[in-house]
């Protein structure tokens, strides 16, 4: 199986995140693939079985709009029917941008195989442990 686990983060914080989630794929036995906003496109979709998105809140609780949200828009509607999980970190508000973002994703029909994994600024081991359970939920 082979899981892209896509990422944008700013200050490193979704990157940890994104590390761990690909650490649990390899450890339930994936190929994990690590790659920024500006690595993936719709095009490399096909290749992947599953696929874990993160993206950290921006501006007013909203998805990074230079990279990612460009980036996922075009990517969205052929990942409908397939694993899909999503996690991000925030440093303020209360995580309506990835309530908005899980929204999205049911509305195209993307079923996500977990809860989706936030935490607000640097993710500490708990969260980390979540991040790898999530990329464990994506072989399963």
Do not use: H
């Amino acid at each position: 199986m082979k899981v892209a686990v896509v990422f944008w983060s700013g200050t490193g914080n979704t990157e940890a995140m994104a590390r761990a989630v690909a650490e649990g794929a390899r450890k339930a036995g994936a190929e994990a693939a690590l790659l920024t906003s500006d690595e993936f496109g719709v095009e490399q979709v096909a290749a992947f079985d599953a696929f874990a998105f993160g993206c950290p809140a921006m501006g007013a609780e909203v998805l990074e709009e230079d990279s990612f949200d460009p980036m996922f828009t075009v990517c969205e509607r052929a990942l409908a029917g397939k694993k899909v999980a999503l996690f991000g970190s925030y440093g303020w508000g209360d995580g309506e941008w990835m309530r908005s973002w899980e929204d999205r994703c049911a509305d195209d029909g993307i079923a996500r195989v977990a809860e989706s994994v936030i935490c607000q600024d640097t993710p500490d081991e708990d969260v980390l442990n979540q991040c790898r359970d999530l990329g464990a939920a994506l072989v399963q």
